[in-house]
């Protein structure tokens, strides 16, 4: 999944609660004031859309898909390149939401180590949903 670049979970707070970039060899890393602009801008876009739909917006020679979620009121965000289509960011979305809600419901602690194990384990799993598939049934279980 190479036309993905990063994904974004905000908050009810509007507050990045998880970001993770994929580099694919080769790829430009997101100059990092560039990023926390877009972020500032999503945030603030992601404040104002209700959940259940997924939304997208285009940023120069980027897409960004956004999945609001009724239930915790986070918003899931895909950064992609222009060759994603919305039904595969749709797919990958709905399984980051789901992957989030296996890891972290019923687990939100105000401690701050558990939290960071949480966010650690899920971060191994969306690394393991973006590895690249050996062949299209394997990719296909995935989404």
């Keep these: 999944m ?11 707070d509007a507050k990045v609660f998880f970001e993770q970039e994929i580099y694919s060899q080769g790829s430009e890393n997101i100059n990092e004031a ?11 876009f992601a404040e104002e859309l209700g959940g259940g739909n997924i939304h997208k917006i285009e940023i120069g020679k980027n897409q960004v898909f956004i999945l609001g979620d009724e239930l915790t009121e986070y918003k899931f965000i895909l950064w992609c390149n222009q060759k994603i289509k919305q039904k595969m960011a749709q797919n990958v979305l709905g399984e980051i939401k789901n992957i989030f809600i296996d890891t972290f419901m019923g687990q939100y602690h105000k401690d701050q180590e558990k939290l960071i ?5 899920f971060s191994d ?6 590895e690249k598939p050996k062949d299209v049934s394997g990719f296909l279980k995935k989404i």
């Design 125 to 130: 799993k969306i690394s393991k949903l973006f």
């Design 117 to 121: 194990k949480l966010k650690s384990k």
């Design 34 to 44: 560039i990023l926390s602009r877009i972020i500032i801008t999503l945030q603030k």
């Design 2 to 12: 190479r036309d993905i670049l990063g994904v974004y979970i905000i908050d009810n």
